[in-house]
């Protein structure tokens, strides 16, 4: 199993930052793919970014189109980060970190993630 504990978020004005935190403890040996999602109120769970294995110690990072230019993913061992920078209201949501033990082009599926966090709150005034 793998714990997944993320930190960071919280209210913010439009156009400006946050940066959320995710440690990944326990079996974390061969946890390829890391990345994160949010939700806002609804049922659908949407991809944000993800850090992908691309072969020994390299990862690849992914962005959403919402995200691209204006997030950041970024990993070092077992700790995800996400850059959250321009931010809108739109972005306001529960952001979750997810991992899983296999690497692939469907990281934007979330129904593809073994493990996931328990969520941090985002929240952007207008």
């Known amino acids: 199993q793998v714990q997944l504990v993320e930190s960071g978020g919280g209210l913010v004005q439009a156009g400006g930052s946050l940066r959320l935190s995710c440690y990944a403890s326990?079996?974390?040996?061969?946890?390829?793919?890391m990345g994160w999602f949010r939700q806002a109120p609804g049922p659908e769970r949407e991809f944000v970014a993800a850090t992908i294995w691309s072969g020994g110690n390299s990862y690849s990072a992914y962005y959403a189109d919402s995200a691209k230019g204006r997030f950041m993913i970024s990993r070092d061992k077992n700790t995800v980060y996400l850059q959250m920078n321009s931010l809108k209201p739109e972005d306001t949501a529960v952001y979750y970190c997810a991992a899983r033990h296999h690497s692939g082009s469907d990281y934007f599926r979330s129904d593809l993630y073994d493990y996931w966090g328990q969520g941090t709150q985002v929240t952007v005034s207008s």
């Open positions: 326990g079996r974390t040996t061969g946890t390829y793919d």
